[in-house]
C-alpha cells in the first residue's frame, strides 16, 4: 500500500509546522452543519466544513489518529494519506470522503493564516473579485428538512403563484440568479417508486416554470431542481417541454449512477443540464466530461474531494467548455472556502446559497454585515478564508463541539 505519511526532513524552520489536534462541531442550521477544526504547535487554527449529515464527526476523529504530527500545509499530500488509510472503509467515495473533504478545507484555511495569505492565492491566484451567488428557494412551505431527509409540505404550497411570489421576493432580495426545487408531491401519486411522470404531471411543472419566468422576466436566470427523481422517458419529456423557457439549466433530472443514460438525455433536448453532486473525486466524472453528458458541472466541494480536488475537477470541465457551479448547502464557513475556490478558477459561474430561511446564517461569523450582498461574495485579501466564527453563535446552536474546539 502507498505510503503517504511525511517522509520529507527538509523545510525552512517558519514552515516546520504540526498538527496537535483536529476537533468537530456539529451547528444545527436548516441542515446539520460539520464544522472542522484544525490545530497546530504554532497556535494557529484552521477552520473547514464537510458536507451536512451524521457519522461525520467518527470518522474525523479516525483521521485525528493518524494526521496528528503531521505538517498541515502539505495539504494535497495529506488529503491522499486520508484517502489512502481510509481506502479500506470505502475511502474512495461517500462519508470517508466527504469527512476527508471537511480537514482539507480546514487544512487550506490553515496553511493561508500560517503563509499570511488568502487561499485563493494558494489555489493559484485571482480570476474574480466578486463571486455570484444563485440562491436556492422553496414556494412557500414546500419544502422542510429537520434532520435532512425529505418532508414535503402540503400541496397548496406548490401552486405556480407561490413559487411566482418567491422568486420575487428573491429579487427584492438582491439576487439575479435562483433555482427552485421541481419535484412535487404529486410526483408519487400514481406510483411512489416508479419515478414515472404522468401527462398532467409534466404540464404543473411547466405552469410552475411559466409563472416563475413571467415573474422574473429578464431580471434574473432561473433554474431548477428535480432531485434525481425521474425515469429517462419522464426526464426527456419534462426537459423538452421546458425548451421555451431559456433555463439557466435543469438540474438532475435523472438518478446519478449511470452516465450513459446522462448522455442519452442530453441527446434528446436543448435545454441546459446539470448535474455532479452526488459524485465523489475527479474520477467520478471522467465519464460526464468525455461524453458531453452535462452543460454545467455541480460538484459539492465539501463531499467530492475539496478544494484541490473541485479545482482539478473544474480543469477538467474547462477542457470541455462546460461551466462549473458548485452545489452548497454549507454554513458561512464551507461557502467561504467555496468562494475562494470560484475566485480561483477560470470557468465558475456561479455558487449556490441553501439558507435563506436560517435568519442568523451571517451571526455564524464574526463580521459586520453581510456575506452575501446584491447577490455576490466578495473574495477577502485576509489570511485565510478570512473569516472567524462567532463561537458563542456556534455554541448557542451546536448540537455537538468537542471538548477542544475552541481551545
Known sequence: MRDYANHEHHRAPERDVRITGIDTAVVSGNFDWNLVRIHTD????????????????????????????????????????????????????????????????????????????????????????????????????????????TQYGDEEAYTPEAYADTAERALELGYDAMKFDLDMPRDNESDPMNGRLSAADVAAKVDVVDAVVDAVGDRAEVAFDCHWDYTIDSAKRLARALEPYGLLWLEDAIPPENAAAQRELARSTSTPLATGENRFRVHEFRELLAEFTVDVLTPDPTTVGGLAESKAIANRAEEQYIPFAPHNVCSPVGTMAVAHLCGAI??????????????????????????????????????????????????????????????
Open 42 to 149: 504554532a497556535g494557529v487554527t484552521g477552520t473547514g466544513e464537510a458536507y451536512r449529515g451524521a457519522a461525520i464527526p467518527e470518522i474525523i476523529d479516525y483521521i485525528a489518529a493518524f494526521l496528528v504530527g503531521e505538517n498541515p500545509l502539505d495539504v494535497e499530500r495529506l488529503f491522499r494519506r486520508m484517502v489512502q488509510e481510509l481506502s479500506g472503509h470505502g475511502g474512495t467515495t461517500g462519508k470517508v470522503v466527504t469527512a476527508a473533504s471537511g480537514v482539507e478545507t480546514a487544512l487550506w484555511d490553515c496553511a493561508g493564516k500560517l503563509l499570511d495569505l488568502p487561499v485563493y492565492q494558494l489555489l493559484g491566484g485571482k480570476f474574480r473579485d466578486e463571486i455570484p451567488v444563485y440562491v436556492d428557494l422553496h414556494a412557500g412551505d414546500a419544502y422542510a428538512v429537520d434532520h435532512g431527509f
Open 346 to 407: 477560470p470557468n465558475a459561474a456561479y455558487l449556490e446559497f441553501h439558507a435563506l430561511e436560517v435568519d442568523w446564517w451571517d451571526d455564524l461569523i464574526a463580521r459586520s454585515g453581510s456575506l452575501i450582498d446584491d447577490g455576490t461574495i466578495v473574495v477577502p485579501e485576509a489570511p485565510g478564508y478570512g473569516i472567524e466564527l462567532n463561537e458563542s453563535v456556534v455554541r448557542e446552536h451546536a448540537k455537538h463541539v468537542d471538548d477542544g474546539f475552541f481551545d
